[in-house]
Every structure is written in structure tokens, then in C-alpha cells.
């Protein structure tokens, strides 16, 4: 899938300024932007980009339209994501969060919400994670983190994130 992850940008430039701190994207996911957006910056408040910086780790799994298949370089990276993590079954919890985007329907993308959710809880248990630490919230076409005015943006609410939470002890 060509979608980038846009929750691993590199950063190639970073100034702050009172409540603003302007970042340039150089890459994501070691792509150059270039293929995507030209010239990218943005200029984001310090407490939104504090707001990011929690003990959460996170990672999405992207999907085609209508569809809850997860292709096969997607599988392989969220096991080498998986494996990367120490300790990952005795200090984090899972949350699976399923998000859609708003074409065919509340019914249809409720349905469409939980397949995808499970098809990824179902990796997870492939990888010997055990159920009771996966917990799973399908918010179909509700909440979109990304505009559903665009077709880049719907491309973006069609996923699954995958969040590791600490357990507090």
C-alpha cells in the first residue's frame, strides 16, 4: 500500500519560537516527501506537540476501501514493531482502536470496523499475545482524526491502531 505513516516522521528542522515551534518534515517512513506533499511545515502550539510526547507507543495499520484485509508488508512490520518492544507482555497493554471512512453507511462501517479490528487482534494472538491484555474500541466513521473532505484524508481513517499503553503498577 502506498499510504505513508505519518506517525514516524523525521524531523530536518526545528526552531522554537514563544508558543510555537515550526517543524519541516524532511521524509516519512524514509520516503521523501516530496512524493506526497511539497514544501511541507507546520506550525503547531508546544502543547499540542506535548500532548504527543506520552508514555503511549503506537502504530497503525492502514486499509483499502471497503476492505479489512491486511497485506503482507503490513503483517511483517507490525511483528518486527512487535518484537522491537522489551519486556512487551509484562508492561503494556493493548488498545486496538478501528476507524473508517464514512462511505457506505453507519451499519456497513460499524461492521467494517469491528472485521478490521479483529483481523489485526487475530495477528496479535498469532503472535502469542495473550487476549486479556487486548482490549478493542471500533469507532467506525465517528471521531475521524483526519478530514473525510479529501480522499488523502479518508485514505487516512482507514485503520487500525494499534496503542500500547503502560501498566501503571
Known amino acids: 500500500m502506498w499510504l505513508p505513516r505519518l506517525h514516524k516522521p523525521l524531523i530536518k528542522h526545528s526552531l522554537s519560537a514563544k508558543n510555537y515551534k515550526l517543524v519541516t518534515l524532511k521524509q516519512i517512513n524514509g520516503q521523501p516527501m516530496r512524493t506526497l506533499l511539497i514544501g511541507c511545515i507546520l506550525l503547531l502550539p508546544i502543547s499540542i506537540l506535548a500532548q504527543s510526547s506520552t508514555d503511549e507507543i503506537r502504530k497503525s495499520i492502514y486499509f483499502d476501501g471497503g476492505s479489512y484485509y491486511i497485506d503482507e508488508q503490513q503483517i511483517q512490520e507490525l511483528a518486527h514493531w512487535l518484537d522491537s518492544i522489551p519486556n512487551l507482555l509484562d508492561k503494556y497493554e493493548i488498545q486496538l482502536i478501528s476507524h473508517t471512512d464514512p462511505i457506505g453507511g453507519k451499519r456497513y462501517n460499524q461492521w467494517l470496523s469491528k472485521m478490521r479490528s479483529e483481523a489485526v487482534y487475530n495477528l496479535l494472538l498469532q503472535k502469542d499475545i495473550p487476549e486479556h491484555i487486548i482490549h478493542t474500541k471500533n469507532w467506525a466513521f465517528e471521531n ?26
Do not use: Q
Open 144 to 169: 475521524p482524526v483526519y478530514s473525510n473532505e479529501s480522499y488523502l484524508g479518508m485514505a487516512m481513517n482507514r485503520r487500525v491502531d494499534v496503542i500500547l499503553f503502560p501498566i501503571l503498577f
